[in-house]
């Protein structure tokens, strides 16, 4: 219902958006329900930060208990 | 139209945001590093919270017209201020999707076991939905009424743990593990204050900005001082080693609650604390979120976004975490190094930029 009322609210490029938001959104849900799509932004965040993060991780694990 | 809220209300969401998942791992975390000095730990990082807090309204000038969007890009320039804001999103996503995540492994482990923890996660974002759009002004309210439930909970924990409590299990204060104290302000701070920022963008819709900054404050150190005091419990009651052993020593230490013969098992009452503070916390980030998609996308009304924006959260929540100890393992490496980038160094060059701009 709320779906039907925002498409109908939205105009032009607002309701291009909102419309293919929704339908990104809920592939994007079918296929992570199904496992079958690897979309990490976590995984991602990491490989991107990892030549910062591994010697902070290392000096950081030698002050823990 | 412009949504207002009051400085109180401001504080009152600052308190909520700075405890929400925090108020869970806190005491794991800071023991890891401090040990029976755990609490000073938490001492240590309100105090660095509050100078963060510090920067964060260094940046917002007095005058009321401008939202948050608008001042960084007259600081900054338009460019900059669009990588800054994308930054800002997919680091507050990442913190939205983890701590919806986290509420929902915690109900699922803890309290409906036989839950999948996918439908908690949709039930608190399709929550989170009809209160984000329903706008600041609402939540700001909800979150109002809330509060002294929140409060009561924490001081009824506190007490009725007391007589649980040995204080040897805090001794001696400060003789071992003195760095790792000190060290343990990093962690903490990441997921505590140094997620603040995206306050800035709610702290320019109170209706007197001087006293939205005074709220900040306030707010920060409630929050500090009512972490510290949990933790404190979590080390005296279970000790070091409990509070170390468990996922979720706060939990355990509700567990502990016995009064009277009468008045035990009442360790959802903790539960409690999280429900309302993370709920309130998932709501502004993800009100934060839709209204920087706003800006970027340049859309008259933030709404266009929130039931996409919902639909990719829910899909990255049940698919981008793999476990609560992998999260705490997460929490102690990459999020440490994003938090601090987003957190502290960009509000930080922001700021500076502020007060040369200034003179």
């Known amino acids: 219902m709320l779906f039907v009322y925002d498409v109908k609210r939205y105009r032009g490029q607002e309701r291009k958006f909102f419309i293919g938001g929704v339908i990104l959104g809920a592939i994007y849900v079918t296929l992570a329900l199904n496992e079958e799509l690897d979309l990490n932004f976590v995984d991602l965040i990491q490989q991107v930060l990892k030549p910062i ?3 902070l991780e290392s000096w950081l694990i030698k002050y823990q208990l | 139209m412009k949504e207002v809220i009051s400085a109180k209300q401001f504080a009152i969401l600052v308190f909520m945001n700075t405890l929400g998942t925090a108020v869970v791992f806190i005491p794991t975390i800071a023991t890891r590093y401090g040990g029976e000095n755990g609490w000073v730990t938490l001492i240590l990082s309100s105090i660095a919270g509050l100078a963060t807090i510090f920067i964060y309204i260094k940046i917002l000038d007095n005058n009321n017209q401008l939202n948050f969007f608008q001042i960084i890009e007259g600081l900054v320039g338009q460019l900059i201020a669009k990588v800054i804001f994308v930054l800002m999103f997919l680091f507050t996503y990442i913190s939205a999707i983890g701590n919806v995540w986290a509420l929902s492994q915690f109900i699922s482990l803890q309290i409906l076991m036989e839950t999948p923890a996918e439908i908690i996660a949709l039930i608190t974002l399709l929550s989170s939905l009809i209160a984000v759009r329903y706008g600041i002004e609402s939540i700001s309210r909800a979150c109002e009424i809330f509060f002294p439930f ?9 007490l009725f743990v007391l007589p649980e409590a040995r204080m040897e299990n805090i001794q001696p204060i400060m003789q071992f593990q003195q760095a790792g104290t000190f060290v343990g302000v990093i962690p903490v701070l990441a997921i505590t204050f140094l997620e603040l920022f995206y306050m800035l963008v709610i702290c320019t819709s109170v209706n007197n900005r001087k006293a939205a900054k005074k709220a900040f ?3 920060g150190l409630l929050a500090g ?3 510290t005091i949990v933790t404190l419990a979590c080390i005296a009651v279970l000790g070091v080693g409990g509070t170390l052993r468990h996922t979720y020593p ?9 009064f009277a013969n009468f008045f035990e098992r009442i360790e959802v009452l903790v539960a409690f604390i999280w429900f309302f503070t993370i709920f309130f916390k998932v709501c502004t980030s993800i009100y934060f979120l839709n209204r920087t998609g706003q800006h970027l996308f340049n859309f008259k009304s933030y709404k266009v976004i929130t039931i996409p924006l919902t639909i990719f959260a829910f899909a990255s929540a049940i698919t981008n975490f793999l476990s609560v100890l992998s999260d705490l393992k997460l929490i102690n490496s990459t999020y440490v190094v ?6 502290l160094i960009i509000p930080f060059i922001l700021a500076v930029v502020r007060v040369f701009k200034k003179t």
Do not use: C, H, K, W
Not at chain 2, 150 to 158: F, G, H, M
Not at chain 2, 338 to 343: E, H, K, R
């Open chain 2, 225 to 227: 001082f009512s972490m």
């Open chain 2, 217 to 219: 404050f306030i707010g």
């Open chain 2, 150 to 158: 929140t409060i009561v909970s924490l001081v009824l924990l506190t």
């Open chain 1, 53 to 55: 993060v591994d010697p």
């Open chain 2, 250 to 258: 706060i939990y355990v230490l509700g567990q502990n609650i016995r």
């Open chain 2, 338 to 343: 994003f938090a601090l980038f987003i957190g």
